[in-house]
């Protein structure tokens, strides 16, 4: 069953370093997001990404942030500088497209744990 | 604006016990509504999903969950509960097929030997 991948799994930076967290999403899907959870609290929206750019972001989502889809399969989610409270897992998700196909459902990967020192 | 609240953020039952997930939603059009489980340390499971085809909505691992409108509820039940199901549930709503999902804050759901 095709699937959403991530990598890293973790990563451990110091604060005010760029981190860039990779995403695979499913092929035949056309929608993307990034989402993220700070230890024990609930999954928070980033930003969605439809047809190379940004369709909708949060407050959450400041200038520090910037999404990429660099080829036909990759979608990044990069951090220019990051800071302590940017420490949480970070879940990439994809969603079908079509009317028929599409029941609004989005696929999460297994996310990218980011420790900020 | 959508929202969904989830009452009780820590729930216990016994193995074999009723398990019963409360989930209320705000939505200013028909929504589209989900049940996630999320393992310990481990990414986000679609357990079932609402799109208007039945109100009653039969997920896996044994959970369905039954939508009412009149309650704007979206309650997640399972007959009998298992030591594999402790996990975090989170519920979840999206106004159109295309749109992203806004996530509630999630119940962890522990069961007792």
């Known amino acids: 069953e095709p699937e959403v991948t991530q990598t890293p799994s973790h990563q451990v930076t110091q604060m005010g370093q760029e981190v860039i967290l990779r995403c695979v999403p499913i092929?035949?899907?056309?929608?993307f997001y990034w989402y993220r959870q700070i230890l024990g609290q609930k999954v928070e929206f980033l930003v969605s990404f439809y047809n190379n750019e940004i369709s909708e972001k949060s407050e959450i989502f400041d200038d520090q942030f910037s999404v990429e889809r660099p080829d036909g399969s990759n979608f990044t989610l990069k951090i220019r500088s990051t800071k302590l409270e940017d420490s949480a897992m970070y879940f990439c998700a994809s969603k079908k497209m079509g009317v028929a196909a599409n029941t609004g459902e989005l696929f999460f990967g297994e996310g990218s744990r980011l420790t900020v020192l | 604006a959508q929202s969904v609240t989830q009452l009780g953020s820590h729930v216990s039952v016994s193995e074999g016990a009723l398990v019963l997930l409360r989930c209320n939603y705000s939505?200013?059009?028909?929504?589209?509504l989900f049940w996630y489980v999320q393992y310990p340390n481990q990414g986000l499971q679609l357990l079932l999903k609402?799109?208007?085809?039945?109100?009653l909505v039969k997920g896996i691992n044994g959970f369905e969950a039954e939508f009412k409108k009149s309650e704007t509820s979206f309650h997640l039940t399972k007959p009998s509960a298992h030591m594999s199901d402790a996990a975090e549930y989170f519920c979840a709503v999206g106004y159109s097929s295309a749109s992203k999902i806004i996530f509630g804050s999630g119940t962890r759901l522990s069961i007792r030997p």
């Open positions: 092929s035949n899907h056309l929608y």
């Open positions: 939505s200013s059009v028909p929504p589209y």
């Open positions: 609402y799109t208007s085809a039945a109100t």
